[in-house]
């Protein structure tokens, strides 16, 4: 960012108040309330302008992920976490050609190695 008065690019950037000054500006806003306020101080080293924004949370909206997709990737992490557990790889080996040979065929999983819900 270049200074507005000088043009100089040696402005700095704080956020408070009571946040380390390397706090990154998102981080501060994710981490407001609402109703709460998030100060931005902005300071040029050459000319000595500064400039504080005040930012307050006015709403909070959260949208959360598709719980299919949620549930697929931990899935996912917990087979993963199976097979980097696994040291023989003829176990592996075999692993791999099992998938392979369903994937091929187009059959889904057998009884015996799905999950009991």
């Given at each position: 960012?270049?200074?507005p ?11 408070g ?20 306020e ?6 040029c080293w050459?000319?000595g ?8 949370v006015?709403?909070i909206?959260t949208?959360?992920?598709?719980p ?14 199976i097979?980097?557990?696994?040291e ?14 369903q994937r ?8 015996s ?5």
């Amino acid at each position: 960012m270049e200074c507005p008065d000088c043009g100089e690019p040696y402005v700095s950037r704080e956020v408070g108040p009571g946040r380390p000054p390397s706090t990154p500006l998102a981080n501060a806003i994710l981490d407001t309330e609402q109703g709460e306020e998030v100060i931005l101080h902005r300071q040029c080293w050459t000319c000595g302008w500064s400039e504080d924004r005040h930012v307050e949370v006015a709403a909070i909206e959260t949208e959360h992920g598709d719980p299919e997709i949620v549930d697929r990737q931990q899935r996912l992490s917990e087979l993963v976490g199976i097979l980097e557990a696994i040291e023989d790889t003829e176990i592996l080996d075999s692993v791999l050609h099992y998938v392979r040979q369903q994937r091929s065929e187009g059959d889904s999983v057998p009884s015996s190695l799905e999950e009991d819900p």
